[in-house]
């Protein structure tokens, strides 16, 4: 079966545009900020309508010179306005093939096709930014499922190995959606708060430059005159605005997040404004684990994740994909037994570093703040407390890193647990270990002390598990245990 060339929907004009305004607005701010200082404001504008022609230009012809074709098996793209770069990949090579719709997207009744490989090489993969909904579903079909699709979008012949999430009963199917209560907590305890506090100090830097310097100097003496508690208030003000931001970040990028189990994948749809529907391919998944914040562990939640062996090296995306953004951590057995019951998860025979290891994990948390302990007891003796206490608290951080590393062992995987902020249990099969390293210096080999490094697969350049201070005995069974537990050909190539 072959189709005829086809153009994306007009809409990727739009999609282009705003993605080149995106890149250049990031360049031109500081030239912007510069010329407006000098007093060329109108110089400015008339740089910024060239540039937006020329982006409108290319756009347009770009879209004109994007074509994509189905064959038998493979996916033909050709691309390019001076330069035609021809690109072909073969549907064997495909690992995953995303919906998503952004709010534009869902205006026009448009989905982006996101393609990804098996390979190492983010080259394989292709995405087509707009086409329409049922083109989108007709080209995930034919791709992900080999199935024999016609133009007018009925499937014909389906191969049987690959049509198991179109024949199942949904109902039938282990599926969970997180609750809005659960979302709101993910969001008010999340990472992004501390992000979005560190762009407004950078948005606001950049604005400074922007205002008056009679305005500003009169803005600075209000402020002042207002009083200390007046300032305290307003930044408490601030803090809270950003964290409710947060918040709604995450409910809207999260809503309705759902994962289904599938017979050889799972499936995860989220996002209130811009919808996403991830497939994972249960053969791509290199390890399992969980992660607790320091607040989360407080509260008995964890967030669930899974490492997946991909091309993707997009600095957007997670290291690792989130398949549950916060559950509680006594429920993670049932989970994994409803959804990735091909992995066991025990906490309770941890193996942990001996005592004598509890030496390193302090040195390497305070080193730091006891030279600056050190130099501001000879320069500025009276603030020595300062570095006291926070050497103090890095202590405790140390202290809480020994006492959770271990490891536990069975047949056919290893868990992991490690700590830097946030504990992370990670539950690797031993057929998804790539390498494994074992490190001694001179004292650890007088203390029969040896660190442990376990690497695997993931997006782009992998990931390494490292256990720290561990007996030789120990890191000897892991050893063995790697080395001498056959592979299958099977395991191999996945």
Same mark, same amino acid.
């Not at 999609?15 to 010329?35: C, E, H, M, T, W």
């Given at each position: 079966?072959?189709?005829?060339? &086809?153009?994306?929907?007009?809409?990727?004009?739009?999609?282009?545009?705003?993605?080149?305004?995106?890149?250049?607005?990031?360049?031109?701010?500081?030239?912007?900020?510069?010329?407006?200082?000098?007093?060329?404001?109108?110089?400015?504008?008339?740089?910024?309508?060239?540039?937006?022609?020329?982006?409108?230009?290319?756009?347009?012809?770009?879209?004109?010179?994007?074509?994509?074709?189905?064959?038998?098996?493979?996916?033909?793209?050709?691309?390019?306005?001076?330069?035609?770069?021809?690109?072909? *990949?073969?549907?064997?090579?495909?690992?995953? %093939?995303?919906?998503? #719709?952004?709010?534009?997207?869902?205006?026009?009744?448009?989905?982006?096709?996101?393609?990804?490989?098996?390979?190492?090489?983010?080259?394989?993969?292709?995405?087509?930014?707009?086409?329409s909904m049922e083109e989108g579903r007709r080209l995930h079909d034919e791709l992900k499922y &080999?199935?024999?699709?016609?133009?007018?979008?009925?499937?014909?012949?389906?191969?049987?190995?690959? *049509?198991?999430?179109?024949?199942?009963?949904?109902?039938?199917?282990? &599926?969970?959606?997180?609750?809005?209560?659960?979302?709101?907590?993910?969001?008010?305890? $999340?990472?992004?708060?501390?992000? @979005?506090?560190? /762009?407004?100090?950078?948005?606001?830097?950049?604005?400074?430059?922007?205002?008056?310097? +009679?305005?500003?100097?009169?803005?600075?003496?209000?402020?002042?005159?207002?009083?200390?508690?007046?300032?305290?208030?307003?930044?408490?003000?601030?803090?809270?605005?950003?964290?409710?931001?947060?918040?709604?970040?995450?409910?809207?990028?999260?809503?309705?997040?759902?994962?289904?189990?599938?017979?050889?994948?799972?499936?995860?749809?989220?996002? @209130?404004?811009?919808?996403?529907? =991830?497939?994972?391919?249960?053969?791509?998944?290199?390890?399992?684990?969980?992660?607790?914040?320091?607040?989360?562990?407080?509260?008995?939640?964890?967030?669930?994740?899974?490492?997946?062996?991909?091309?993707?090296?997009?600095?957007? +995306?997670?290291?690792?994909?989130?398949?549950?953004?916060? /559950?509680?951590?006594?429920?993670? =057995?049932?989970?994994?037994?409803?959804?990735?019951?091909?992995?066991?998860?025990?906490?309770?025979?941890?193996?942990?570093?001996?005592?004598?290891?509890?030496?390193?994990?302090?040195?390497?948390?305070?080193? *730091?703040?006891?030279?600056?302990?050190?130099?501001?007891?000879?320069?500025? $003796?009276?603030? %020595?407390?300062?570095?006291? %206490?926070?050497?103090?608290?890095?202590?405790?951080?140390?202290?809480?890193?020994?006492?959770?590393?271990?490891?536990?062992?069975?047949?056919? #995987?290893?868990?992991?647990?490690?700590?830097?902020?946030?504990?992370?249990?990670?539950?690797?099969?031993?057929?998804?270990?790539?390498?494994?390293?074992?490190?001694?210096?001179?004292?650890?080999?007088?203390?029969?002390?040896? =660190?442990?490094?376990?690497?695997?697969?993931?997006?782009?350049?992998?990931?390494?598990?490292?256990?720290?201070?561990?007996? =030789?005995?120990?890191?000897?069974?892991?050893?063995?245990?790697?080395?001498?537990?056959?592979?299958?050909?099977?395991?191999?190539?996945?």
């Amino acid at each position: 079966m072959m189709s005829n060339p &086809k153009r994306l929907h007009p809409a990727a004009i739009l999609f282009d545009i705003i993605r080149a305004l995106k890149q250049s607005i990031l360049g031109i701010l500081p030239i912007a900020i510069i010329v407006i200082s000098n007093g060329a404001s109108f110089y400015l504008m008339i740089g910024a309508a060239v540039i937006i022609v020329l982006i409108i230009l290319s756009s347009v012809l770009s879209w004109l010179r994007f074509t994509y074709q189905l064959e038998e098996d493979q996916l033909r793209i050709e691309r390019g306005i001076i330069v035609r770069k021809k690109r072909t *990949i073969s549907k064997h090579r495909i690992q995953s %093939i995303d919906l998503s #719709q952004n709010v534009i997207h869902r205006i026009f009744g448009l989905t982006k096709v996101a393609i990804e490989t098996a390979g190492n090489d983010s080259s394989t993969d292709a995405a087509l930014s707009a086409v329409s909904m049922e083109e989108g579903r007709r080209l995930h079909d034919e791709l992900k499922y &080999k199935k024999q699709v016609s133009e007018a979008g009925s499937p014909e012949v389906p191969e049987e190995a690959d *049509i198991e999430r179109t024949e199942l009963d949904e109902s039938s199917l282990p &599926k969970r959606t997180i609750a809005l209560k659960a979302l709101i907590i993910t969001g008010s305890t $999340s990472a992004s708060f501390g992000i @979005l506090i560190g /762009l407004f100090g950078a948005a606001f830097s950049q604005v400074e430059a922007l205002i008056p310097d +009679q305005f500003y100097n009169d803005a600075v003496r209000l402020a002042l005159s207002l009083g200390m508690q007046i300032m305290i208030i307003f930044a408490i003000i601030v803090i809270l605005f950003l964290w409710i931001l947060s918040i709604l970040y995450t409910v809207i990028k999260d809503w309705n997040f759902t994962i289904t189990r599938y017979e050889k994948e799972l499936f995860i749809t989220r996002g @209130l404004l811009e919808k996403k529907q =991830t497939t994972i391919p249960l053969k791509r998944i290199q390890a399992v684990g969980i992660k607790e914040s320091p607040i989360h562990q407080l509260f008995g939640f964890a967030r669930i994740y899974v490492e997946i062996a991909s091309a993707n090296t997009d600095n957007s +995306q997670e290291v690792n994909t989130v398949i549950f953004p916060l /559950l509680r951590k006594k429920e993670f =057995t049932s989970f994994l037994s409803e959804f990735l019951p091909e992995y066991n998860y025990s906490s309770e025979n941890l193996i942990h570093p001996p005592k004598k290891a509890l030496p390193y994990y302090l040195w390497r948390s305070i080193n *730091i703040p006891l030279l600056a302990v050190i130099i501001t007891g000879i320069f500025f $003796s009276s603030y %020595i407390w300062i570095p006291v %206490i926070i050497m103090l608290v890095f202590g405790v951080m140390g202290f809480a890193v020994f006492q959770s590393i271990g490891y536990a062992i069975d047949a056919q #995987q290893i868990t992991v647990q490690t700590r830097i902020i946030s504990k992370d249990t990670a539950i690797i099969p031993h057929r998804r270990i790539q390498a494994l390293q074992q490190k001694q210096h001179l004292l650890h080999r007088k203390q029969s002390l040896a =660190t442990l490094d376990m690497a695997i697969l993931n997006k782009g350049s992998g990931r390494h598990f490292v256990i720290k201070e561990l007996r =030789t005995t120990d890191s000897d069974y892991i050893a063995d245990w790697y080395s001498y537990q056959e592979k299958t050909s099977s395991d191999i190539n996945h």
